[in-house]
């Protein structure tokens, strides 16, 4: 946080924070004499701007505040009506808490203000049990929120470069690749590597269950993959000159052209359509081409796989041109092929939501297991402060919100820090009221400045920094509400030491471990299903049925994709217990998912096949290497998790290499052999990460769990 711009961004967020902060406290508290709404327009905006970690410029911020307001009241009128009893304020905690710490299924903005909503609950929910109060309570709320929405339109983070404009980006140097070929395949790998989400800020991820968002994230995967495909394209040996891959070829740099003209413009881009109907003449060429008895000379084996790989790259191109029409429309004109694949495209938004949420109410969903770990903490907090009648109980539970992690590890590092700082402030802030005493003209005086340097510092120094100053600022806040001695300091200590151990205890009893071991379950569950995808996919063009295009169900595997990226996307945030160079290329498990799922739905509508049936040797290897690759997929899973079947099959063979392309399909041969390859990459990374569980050393991280 010591860089530049974090400290910056650090800065501009304490004087937002404590501008409106001060603007509401002082007139509610001194003017107008109301200490309760004081005490309200106070903790609003520290809960939304500080507590919170809400993304985007400063008008986004502010948006999102304000449509935070309507269930920060609802959440403070619940409160102060279930505070009548202990068992109904942990009762009503442990419903809150669930819900809004499983928010985060809504993408990173609600999630973001998921925790000063919490807080909102939290405040209202402790005695005294004053409904008459209520209405001062949300007015100090409102007027809270407010001004913080003010200060962050006035006082705005920069604001950073859109999805889409970084998608037209990409597209852009897709186009100038394909069109010329001027750019290396270096940049055009690096390129692809900025279109992924943990390279986007929060605020700029289509990560929401919407169709538009839904699209979004597709077409930033499909121009991730087409732009590897050009740069292995430019990688490969020279062929003989072939006009019909470079007719294609052309069509795709003019579909990436017209649709980064649409995302950076706002346009409707074509109709979807031309980039499938070039594929397909190309698709009628090669077959005429590979045809026994056909005029002139049949391509080489070099040529036709060449023409595989342009095929392949063409189809992540009209991927990208399907789903910036969903983006740019919400419908699409007509039904996108295949519609496995753009499954969302027909579905209304309502069902979107309910399949997000419904999807993650698992026990495997790092997303469920956060929210249920996170529901369990605050309500034991609640009823152990309610049940002991701790004075400020609700420190307890703002010590589970503020300290819980997602592994035990980093939860004792954040609690054996944050309880040094706090005994550290305590001393200080109890040192301090003692010397002042009654005078809250004094206390008025501090308060704005130990504000600024508590919200500003203290990020910058670390936890045990920010604890210690955040209770000389509660201290000098609650000695202007009511009297109070340097008791008011032995209370946040006991208050936070309780917080904290109950958040070690609930981390230690729910997943303690995080998203390591869910991130190897769910990889290897998606290995396994995507394994189960290649005989059938191999069958369809070793034994094509006339008129038949059918493609294997891939919905389940699509399915254990989203699982694994959620468990991949918590593992990343999370402190490494292990080298990186000791663990799985998880990155790579994602990537070869994407490519057997594009496969299984591209080969079997524009895959070349066999003429000659599905008898004969080609045909035997055919069957034989999808059965090993299924067998490879099925290892691989194994070495992730120790446990499960371990499927039998023949070992996955080197593509053919005399075969005629009218025997065998060239597309399935050069698919196959590009999944053995990365299949031997992510063995080998799983390989090397087992030895070194079983026989390495501990990492030093590790031991502080």
């Not at 290649?534 to 919905?555: C, D, H, I």
Request: proline content about 8%.
């Amino acid at each position: 946080m010591s860089a530049g711009p974090g400290r910056a961004a650090v800065l501009r967020r304490s004087l937002r924070v404590t501008l409106a902060a001060s603007a509401g406290f002082y007139p509610l508290r001194y003017a107008a004499d109301l200490p309760v709404a004081a005490l309200y327009a106070l903790f609003a905006p520290i809960a939304v701007g500080l507590l919170s970690a809400i993304p985007g410029s400063g008008r986004q911020q502010a948006f999102v505040t304000l449509r935070a307001l309507p269930p920060a009241l609802v959440l403070a009128t619940l409160g102060t009506l279930v505070a009548v009893d202990t068992w109904a304020a942990t009762g009503g905690m442990l419903v809150v808490g669930f819900l809004l710490a499983f928010a985060t299924v809504a993408g990173p903005r609600p999630a973001g203000a998921a925790p000063g909503l919490q807080l909102f609950y939290i405040l209202a929910c402790f005695p005294p049990y004053a409904p008459e109060t209520l209405g001062e309570r949300l007015a100090g709320l409102v007027l809270g929120m407010l001004l913080l929405a003010a200060g962050e339109v006035l006082l705005p983070d920069p604001s950073v470069a859109s999805y889409r404009e970084r998608l037209a980006n990409a597209l852009g140097t897709a186009s100038r690749a394909a069109a010329a070929g001027e750019v290396s395949p270096e940049h055009l790998r690096e390129s692809g590597s900025r279109m992924r989400l943990s390279h986007i800020p929060p605020s700029e991820r289509p990560a929401g269950a919407g169709r538009a968002d839904r699209a979004l994230e597709q077409g930033g995967r499909s121009v991730r993959r087409l732009l590897d495909q050009l740069a292995t394209l430019s990688e490969a040996s020279p062929v003989s000159p072939d006009p019909v891959s470079t007719t294609l070829i052309r069509k795709v740099a003019e579909t990436c052209d017209s649709c980064a003209h649409s995302l950076r413009t706002g346009c409707r881009p074509p109709a979807p359509g031309e980039l499938e109907r070039a594929m397909r003449h190309f698709q009628t060429e090669r077959r005429a081409r590979t045809r026994s008895g056909a005029a002139g000379p049949t391509p080489s084996k070099a040529v036709l796989r060449r023409q595989s790989r342009v095929l392949a790259l063409a189809e992540s191109a009209r991927i990208v041109e399907v789903t910036v029409d969903i983006a740019a429309n919400g419908r699409p004109g007509e039904p996108p092929a295949p519609a496995e694949l753009f499954w969302y495209a027909e579905l209304s938004t309502p069902r979107l939501w309910a399949r997000r949420a419904l999807g993650n109410v698992t026990l495997r969903s790092v997303l469920f297991q956060n929210a249920v770990r996170t529901a369990l903490g605050l309500a034991a907090a609640r009823l152990v402060a309610g049940s002991l009648d701790l004075d400020h109980g609700f420190w307890v539970l703002l010590a589970v919100l503020t300290l819980g992690r997602t592994t035990v590890g980093e939860t004792w590092q954040a609690v054996r820090r944050a309880v040094a700082g706090n005994a550290v402030g305590a001393l200080v802030a109890g040192a301090l009221l003692t010397g002042i005493g009654p005078h809250t003209d004094v206390y008025a005086a501090l308060l704005a400045p130990a504000m600024l340097v508590g919200f500003s510092v203290g990020p910058m120094l670390g936890i045990a920094c920010t604890q210690g100053l955040f209770t000389l600022v509660v201290a000098t806040a609650f000695a202007q509400i009511a009297p109070a001695t340097w008791r008011l300091s032995e209370a946040r200590i006991i208050d936070v030491a309780t917080g904290s151990a109950i958040g070690l205890l609930c981390g230690l009893l729910a997943w303690p471990a995080g998203a390591r071991r869910e991130v190897r379950r769910a990889m290897a569950a998606l290995l396994r299903a995507c394994g189960g995808l290649v005989p059938p996919t191999a069958e369809v063009l070793v034994n094509p049925v006339p008129g038949s295009r059918a493609v294997p169900g891939t919905l389940p595997t699509l399915h254990r994709l989203r699982l694994a990226e959620a468990a991949y996307a918590q593992y990343r945030t999370e402190a490494r217990t292990t080298p990186g160079s000791a663990e799985p290329d998880w990155h790579a498990v994602l990537m070869v998912a994407n490519h057997v799922l594009q496969g299984a739905h591209r080969l079997p509508r524009f895959g070349l096949r066999p003429s000659s049936g599905p008898s004969g040797p080609a045909a035997t290897w055919a069957r034989a290497a999808a059965t090993g690759l299924d067998a490879d997929a099925n290892r691989i899973a194994h070495l992730f998790t120790g446990a499960g079947p371990r499927r039998s099959g023949p070992p996955s063979a080197p593509g053919p290499n005399v075969w005629s392309p009218a025997s065998l399909s060239v597309d399935l041969e050069v698919w196959m052999t590009s999944l053995r390859d990365q299949f031997a990459r992510i063995e080998a990374s799983a390989a090397r990460s087992s030895l070194r569980r079983s026989h390495g050393p501990r990492a030093p991280e590790a031991r502080d769990t």
